[in-house]
């Protein structure tokens, strides 16, 4: 499985549960991941390592050399990610493939509207491969799977609907070939107590559905916890979540998208895991031992270390338990943070997650524990939410109803706070990040939409804004688009400056600067000026 962004950590998400699957029942498939920008990428995103064709084929091969049968999985939500069209266009095209390969192309749009625009190093386009490998369909070796579910609730945003859907689609397809090849494993079969050799594909869909309406039932609950994160983000405060194994691991996907989606600081809202990188099981072990950079201090022991000595209690500690997990090393890391802070007034937070029971009751008992404990550790009142969803594993050892659910909402949480902190206007993530060739794009497009003028004048608003300079010179103008997001990534705010300065408000730079600096909140400052140029 292979992908960047999303696609990517998804893919080592599932790469790494399924390889425990095959394990307990004895197979001999491997199951591995390519994450464009290498695991670094797993926490923050590597610069244009989504549009380097010539690394991406080197990746490929250096993973799959020697394996005489391959089954390779691209990921691309949008059809768009050079990332995965070169390798799969290396494996149509290069004798060195062979037919050693099945291809299999994953995507959420039609086809048709694959991305046609050319990326540095690469004398085709996405739309090109998807066109040949289209073309191959039917040969029984390479596959388009790419069912339309809709646009985004964020508009490009594929973390959420593009990321669920993956996660779904991968893991119902493997289970269903489990289930065929180890006929002899017991499959619950939904809405029964019985194990059956008859798997129904709409009926393991349907399961999903009832996650998600028994997710969704809490929503007021969750309301509160996305207030919660709220106020500490508009506060110029932090949300730390913890928790243990694939749900902590969720936790701090999620918080690692933050940045390149929101244009948030890094430190705004992380994820830590009980067990850190011996918890991952990455393929490239521990990489605090590739980097000084302390973001990759992923641990929650590692926390109560070095974090807590600077908490105030405007921070949010969110917590996140399922049942069946030991809440100790959660608790002990809470008092290990309130003694190493010396702050009685921290904030802490627990979502948790109880599996339905056949009399359709949960059990609330541990969580009650568990917050009483954490409430005797601070005089401020602990927020808490809770979730009921069924108790269906798709595979013995595979929580997919679980932790599906735990995604949804840690997605709601943070998209929801970073909205009332500013960051999202009409749909649009109007701070993001422009780390590659398609977000380049896309926020030239952003600003000729929402300022409202034509495309090249857009287009010139964003690079006065990146290279910060009133005049963009014809020297600016014949960089490659690699280097405009080489600079890009060095500043803070360029859309919502870009989105100022085609307003046509204020003569220069400085002046756009300015204003947002005077304003905290970007999207007031956007709605504010717009109006005034009705």
């Known amino acids: 499985m292979a992908g960047a962004g999303t696609s990517g950590r998804l893919s080592f998400f599932c790469a790494r549960a399924l390889s425990v699957v095959a394990k307990s029942f004895g197979s001999r498939v491997e199951f591995d991941y390519l994450m464009a920008g290498s ?154 107590n019985n194990s059956s050799n008859v798997l129904d594909f709409a009926a393991f869909f349907l399961e999903f559905e009832r996650a998600n309406r028994f997710t969704y039932l809490e929503e007021d609950a969750l309301a509160g916890m996305i207030d919660h994160a709220g106020e500490a983000l508009k506060n110029n405060a932090h949300v730390y979540y913890f928790a243990e194994d694939s749900i902590g691991i969720l936790g701090l996907i999620d918080a690692s998208e933050c940045p390149p989606t929101f244009g948030a600081d890094f430190t705004d809202m992380r994820g830590f895991v009980v067990g850190g990188w011996d918890t991952m099981r990455n393929v490239e072990g521990d990489l ?9 201090r992923i641990g929650a022991e590692q926390f109560s270390e070095e974090i807590a000595p600077t908490l105030t209690s405007k921070d949010v500690l969110l917590f996140i338990h399922t049942e069946g997990q030991r809440t100790d090393r959660l608790i002990e890391i809470a008092r290990k943070t309130v003694t190493t802070s010396k702050n009685g007034a921290l904030q802490f937070a627990v979502i948790a997650w109880n599996l339905r029971k056949p009399s359709g009751l949960a059990d609330q008992s541990v969580l009650s524990a568990f917050v009483q404990t954490l ?112 600079v890009a990534l060095k500043r803070k705010q360029v859309i919502p400056l870009a989105i100022l300065l085609g307003c046509g408000r ?21 709605e504010r000026v717009l109006s005034d140029n009705k």
């Open 39 to 192: 695991d670094l990428a797993l926490m923050k995103s590597q610069e244009a390592a989504e549009d380097d064709v010539v690394l991406s084929v080197q990746d490929l091969k250096r993973r799959t050399d020697g394996y005489d049968h391959v089954v390779y999985i691209g990921i691309t939500c949008g059809l768009s990610a050079p990332y995965v069209g070169s390798q799969i266009d290396w494996i149509l095209n290069s004798p060195e493939s062979g037919d050693r390969f099945v291809s299999v192309l994953m995507g959420f749009n039609d086809a048709s509207v694959a991305r046609k625009v050319k990326v540095e190093k690469w004398n085709k386009t996405m739309f090109d491969v998807v066109s040949q490998l289209a073309s191959c369909v039917g040969s029984g070796r390479h596959f388009i799977l790419n069912p339309i579910v809709g646009p985004e609730p964020l508009t490009g945003s594929s973390r959420m609907k593009g990321g669920t859907i993956t996660k779904i689609l991968i893991e119902v397809l493997f289970g269903y070939i489990f289930h065929v090849s180890f006929p002899s494993v017991a499959i619950a079969v939904p809405d029964t």
């Open 506 to 526: 204020f003569a220069t730079v400085a002046e756009a600067q300015a204003a947002l600096d005077s304003e905290p909140v970007v999207r007031t400052l956007v």
């Open 288 to 296: 605090t031992e590739r980097t000084s950079d302390p973001h990759y």
């Open 375 to 486: 409430q005797t550790l601070s005089t401020n009142p602990v927020k808490t939410s809770s979730v009921s969803i069924p108790n269906f594993n798709l595979l013995p050892g595979l929580p997919a109803l679980l932790e599906i659910s735990v995604k949804w909402v840690l997605n709601a949480v943070s998209l929801g706070a970073h909205i009332l902190k500013g960051k999202v206007f009409r749909n649009r993530m109007i701070d993001l990040c422009l780390s590659n060739n398609k977000l380049y794009h896309r926020g030239c497009q952003m600003v000729s939409d929402i300022a409202r003028i034509p495309l090249e004048a857009a287009t010139s608003a964003l690079l006065r804004a990146i290279f910060n300079v009133d005049i963009v010179t014809q020297e600016i103008q014949n960089y490659p688009v690699s280097k405009y997001n080489e």
